[in-house]
């Protein structure tokens, strides 16, 4: 609990306030004979490290000296697996500078600890590898691939369950983050994943198969399809094989399989259509699935309150219980079917009114913001399949029919209206500049098309607009209160940027309209560049709301009354 709170402690306060506090105790705890205090100070170190990101950035090798310290030298396992701990928390947490600056001393150090003696502590290692890949310039990591590669393979073949997922999940990593460079020990590697995704059969390998199909996809995809080619059928029809066999619910093979399939699909391109009748079933079932919600009043209490795959809110006098995990499903397969339709385009035609009709209602499915962000940016990738499909005169399975102007017409009326009615609902600041953003997209897709809906987009442009200034005075009136400090001010900008965002996107909005409908728009258009754009101006704007008024702020014609092509 304890553990839990400073977390929180350290997000609310900040470096200026834990920071000292932390200097004051850690390297006393750290010196101590008990491991367990310095077990304690090496956990506390990761704990605080999200809260203090902008005070420990300043000496990202000092931050994590304590860490590689015990990692090499403490005699007790567990005060070295939190020493690990620590690294991969302070990796993600301090990243990219870390892995720029410290890489000549964290790998070797993770590469030592995947020796140890401790099985968790070298399946930890390797868990903290990916930390670091992910962050991690590729450059830096290349001299020491073909450790890493040797060590990773001794581990898969040492036997031990947990020790072998944790060396699938660094493989994968590595050869994401090393690419093309990885196809050196693709001949090596694939083999292995192969035999691994025949042999782990039973309750007790599930993980371990998982794992193997999502390294055998990211392998894939890093050698890229001309050296992946070869193997492709046999390894796609490996995965289909064990598809068919079903899986429990409780299996994660299920969530992995999904998400190797769209990168295999990245890595194929067209040559991934024959097995989209494969794929696509399970992912609209997942994408579809209905949240897990259930609605008591508060005082009734509940029996899933320690479990941790629930949410609960409280509103008013209700309590909201939500399974995370449905929702985390349906998440993960809308943003798989954003890659598909964005890959394949016309290729995905047959299946693009089911998709559309999936998306849609969730662009106001708020219980969980991935969802929404997946629906918001499906959209204009929905249109331009349909544009696609259209100009290469693409016959539509459903209807037996050829593609034409008719069908896109219909796509835009059935995806613009109900993006701009979910714009004027939307709560999350971040969400309405992802919406405009597609929206602009839309427009771009549409041209003409987008012409009978430009009222509607005017009318809830003013109303954004008008509350993002109200957002922005609000702060302003809070930035000149007496208790206000440095931390919130850091807070203020944040918020500040995303409202900076709202009118960038609004002005990418404008541009798109200009370059779809040209010198037409603008009376509809000047209104508000006049009240919302043009007085931001002034000297006493920020900058980023001055950098808005430039974007927008852009003639369709040029000096001989001629409509520009491109703003």
């Known amino acids: 609990m304890g553990q839990e709170c400073l977390d929180r402690v350290a997000i609310a306060l900040g470096a200026n306030s834990v920071l000292p506090c932390a200097a004051a105790t850690i390297p006393a705890l750290i010196q101590d004979q008990d491991w367990r205090k310095r077990h304690a100070a090496l956990v506390a170190l990761a704990q605080i490290a999200e809260g203090c990101v902008k005070g420990m950035l300043k000496d990202v090798a000092g931050a994590v000296s304590p860490c590689l310290h015990a990692v090499a030298s403490d005699p007790h396992a567990r005060v070295r697996w939190a020493a690990v701990n620590g690294i991969g928390q302070l990796c993600t947490?301090?990243?990219?500078?870390?892995?720029?600056?410290?890489?000549?001393?964290?790998?070797?150090?993770?590469?030592?600890?995947?020796?140890?003696?401790?099985?968790?502590?070298?399946?930890?290692?390797?868990?903290?590898?990916?930390?670091?890949?992910?962050?991690?310039?590729?450059?830096?990591?290349?001299?020491?691939?073909?450790?890493?590669?040797?060590?990773?393979?001794?581990?898969?073949?040492?036997?031990?369950?947990?020790?072998?997922?944790?060396?699938?999940?660094?493989?994968?990593?590595i050869a994401d983050n090393a690419q093309t460079a990885f196809a050196k020990y693709y001949g090596t590697v694939l083999p292995f994943l192969k035999q691994i995704l025949v042999a782990a059969a039973g309750k007790e390998h599930r993980m371990l198969r998982a794992k193997a199909v999502e390294c055998i996809s990211l392998v894939g995809m890093a050698v890229g399809k001309e050296r992946f080619a070869a193997d492709a059928k046999e390894v796609m029809d490996m995965l289909h094989q064990l598809q068919q066999g079903?899986?429990?619910?409780?299996?994660?093979?299920?969530?992995?399989?999904?998400?190797?399939?769209?990168?295999?699909?990245?890595?194929?391109?067209?040559?991934?259509?024959?097995?989209?009748?494969v794929v696509m079933p399970p992912l609209l079932k997942s994408a579809q699935v209905k949240?897990?919600?259930?609605?008591?009043?508060?005082?009734?209490?509940?029996?899933?309150?320690?479990?941790?795959?629930?949410?609960?809110?409280?509103?008013?006098?209700?309590?909201?219980?939500?399974?995370?995990?449905?929702?985390?499903?349906?998440?993960?397969?809308?943003?798989?079917?954003?890659?598909?339709?964005?890959?394949?385009?016309?290729?995905?035609?047959?299946?693009?009114?089911?998709?559309?009709?999936?998306?849609?209602?969730?662009?106001?499915?708020?219980?969980?913001e991935d969802v929404r962000k997946a629906a918001v940016a499906s959209?204009?990738?929905?249109?331009?399949?349909?544009?696609?499909?259209?100009?290469?005169?693409?016959?539509?399975?459903?209807?037996?029919?050829?593609?034409?102007?008719?069908?896109?017409?219909?796509?835009?009326?059935?995806?613009?209206?109900?993006?701009?009615?979910?714009?004027?609902k939307e709560p999350e600041v971040e969400i309405q500049a992802s919406m405009l953003e597609s929206m602009s997209d839309c427009a771009g897709v549409a041209e003409e098309l987008i012409a009978e809906h430009i009222g509607a987009m005017i009318e809830q442009f003013q109303k954004t607009l008008t509350g993002s200034l109200e957002r922005r005075a609000e702060r302003n009136k809070r930035a000149n209160t007496e208790d206000f400090d440095g931390e919130e001010m850091e807070a203020l900008k944040d918020e500040q940027a995303a409202e900076d965002e709202v009118f960038d996107q609004f002005a990418e909005c404008v541009g798109s309209l200009l370059r779809s409908l040209g010198a037409r728009v603008l009376p509809a258009l000047e209104p508000l560049l006049a009240t919302y754009v043009a007085p931001m101006l002034s000297p006493e704007r920020s900058p980023g709301e001055r950098r808005v008024r430039s974007i927008s702020h852009w003639s369709p014609y040029d000096r001989d009354g001629v409509v520009n092509a491109d703003p």
């Open 379 to 424: 959209l204009p990738d929905i249109l331009r399949a349909g544009k696609c499909a259209m100009e290469k005169s693409v016959v539509n399975p459903a209807t037996g029919a050829v593609v034409d102007a008719a069908y896109v017409k219909s796509l835009v009326a059935f995806v613009v209206p109900p993006l701009i009615a979910a714009l004027a």
């Open 291 to 368: 949240p897990d919600v259930q609605v008591t009043d508060v005082e009734d209490g509940a029996d899933d309150d320690e479990d941790e795959d629930v949410e609960v809110i409280t509103v008013a006098d209700k309590r909201i219980a939500i399974r995370t995990t449905v929702l985390e499903e349906k998440a993960t397969a809308c943003n798989m079917l954003c890659c598909y339709v964005d890959e394949l385009k016309e290729g995905f035609l047959p299946y693009l009114q089911p998709v559309a009709e999936t998306m849609v209602p969730l662009l106001d499915f708020y219980f969980h």
């Open 93 to 173: 947490d301090l990243g990219p500078k870390l892995q720029e600056k410290d890489h000549a001393r964290i790998l070797p150090a993770l590469l030592g600890a995947m020796e140890d003696p401790s099985h968790r502590v070298q399946a930890h290692a390797a868990a903290a590898m990916v930390n670091f890949s992910e962050e991690c310039p590729p450059e830096h990591m290349a001299p020491f691939l073909d450790q890493l590669m040797n060590k990773l393979l001794a581990m898969l073949q040492g036997g031990h369950t947990m020790v072998q997922e944790a060396a699938l999940t660094a493989l994968a990593s």
């Open 246 to 277: 079903g899986f429990e619910d409780d299996d994660a093979t299920t969530s992995y399989m999904q998400q190797a399939w769209t990168r295999l699909c990245k890595c194929l391109g067209q040559d991934f259509i024959p097995y989209l009748q």
